[in-house]
Structure formats: structure tokens, C-alpha cells
């Protein structure tokens, strides 16, 4: 698989096979990722990796967690601005309504879609879960760089045959799982990720979403 198929192939899935993916296979994977661009060559990010029981375990403690306060936000960053203006509102509301018309879940509907938002928590279905950090002394940069290697793992995934979802669910959750985690005060989480193989019978994993075209977030300046 060449570069530019793996970037159109990869897509966000949420509904994954009961098939094992081994540590070697994720070594070999982050082996892989590790080569991402990073300013200074800081390489700023920390991986953990979640599988077999201890994947297990994270999920029922954070099931336990919204059991015990299913409004708490734990976030410490917000994953989107409070007040999202346009295009931004409109793309982020359509991506949404096509992904429960694929399930069949319409607007009014409202505890089947609560239902579905938390199946983020157990991954949706997919044996390994992946979470990012950042020390706190790093800034927006870092951050970018951040995403660089998330995004080149999910390509470099994408080329082993493996499905992903990244997860900024997660944040809301961002205590009960740092804690899991074992995160020093320095380290600051961001997000999670789904990796696995994808269910190719799950309607949901027919979405695609849209994307804008190059002149609408383009300038070109030739003279």
C-alpha cells in the first residue's frame, strides 16, 4: 500500500472484529510510527498501550466511574470550542447525523444515542486501546508534533491491515484514566485510540466523512 492509498483508506471505525492483535504486531507498529516528523526532534509524545486484562480492567473502571457520576467532566482541555462557529458548526453536526442514520438511531432517540457515545469506553469492541500524553512544560508545537505521530501511526496501521478510531471522548475521562495510567502530575493526557480490525458487517463503518476542497482552505500567492 503506497502512501497516498493508505491516507484515503484510513477512516474512523467503530465497530471492530473479537480478533487478538499481539504485542509484536504493536511493537512492530510503533517501530514503525516512531520516524514521525518532530520539531528539534523532541519527540515529545508518550504512548500506553492497554491490552488483554489490563484493556479489561481500564474499561470497567471508567464504566464504574460514569456509574458513580455519569455527568462529571473530567476534561482538562476542550476538545471543541464552546461556541463553534462556521463552517465548522455545520460540518461537525452533519458528520454526526450521518453516523446515526447509518445506525438507524434518529435525533429523537436521545438514550440510544447516549448508548452509542459510550461505547467510545469500551473501544468499540477493538482489543487494544492507545492513549497520548505530553509532559506539561510543552506547549502548542508540541502538541502539533503530538498529532503528527498520531496521525503516522494510523497510517503506518493502516498498512498492516489494522482499523483505528481516535478518541477524543476520552478526555472527558481524562482523571479516571490518567490515574489508571499511572501519570506523574507532568504528564498531561489527550487522547485515546481504537485500534483492531475492522467489522466489515457493521453499517456504522460505512461512514465517510466529508472534506472540504482545496480552494476553501487554500491561498495561493505567486507574485
Not at 213 to 220: N, S
Request: glycine share 8%.
Amino acid at each position: 500500500m503506497n502512501v497516498r492509498d493508505a491516507i484515503k483508506t484510513r477512516t474512523s471505525i467503530r465497530a471492530f472484529l473479537d480478533k487478538p492483535v499481539s504485542e509484536e504486531q504493536l511493537r512492530e507498529l510503533l517501530d514503525q510510527a516512531r520516524w514521525a516528523p518532530s520539531g528539534g526532534n523532541l519527540q515529545p509524545w508518550r504512548v500506553h498501550v492497554v491490552m488483554g486484562a489490563g484493556r479489561d480492567r481500564l474499561v470497567e473502571t471508567v464504566k464504574q466511574a460514569i456509574a458513580e457520576n455519569p455527568f462529571a467532566n473530567e476534561a482538562e482541555l476542550a476538545i471543541y470550542p464552546e461556541k463553534l462557529s462556521e463552517p465548522w458548526r455545520t460540518r461537525r453536526f452533519e458528520v454526526g447525523e450521518e453516523m446515526y442514520a447509518l445506525l438507524g438511531i434518529p435525533r429523537e432517540d436521545k438514550p440510544a444515542r447516549i448508548q452509542h457515545l459510550m461505547r467510545n469506553y469500551e473501544f468499540f469492541g477493538a482489543p487494544v486501546g492507545l492513549f497520548f500524553s505530553v509532559g506539561r512544560q510543552f506547549d502548542k508545537g508540541q502538541w502539533a508534533h503530538l498529532g503528527m505521530f498520531m496521525q503516522t501511526l494510523a497510517l503506518c496501521a493502516t498498512d498492516m491491515g489494522f482499523a483505528t478510531c481516535m478518541q477524543e471522548a476520552w478526555a472527558a475521562r481524562a482523571k479516571t484514566v490518567s490515574a489508571f495510567l499511572g501519570l506523574k502530575d507532568h504528564e498531561q493526557l489527550y487522547c485515546g485510540m481504537a485500534l483492531g480490525y475492522a467489522d466489515p458487517s457493521a453499517k456504522v463503518n460505512e461512514l465517510r466523512s466529508s472534506r472540504a476542497g482545496v480552494d476553501d482552505f487554500t491561498t495561493f500567492i505567486t507574485e
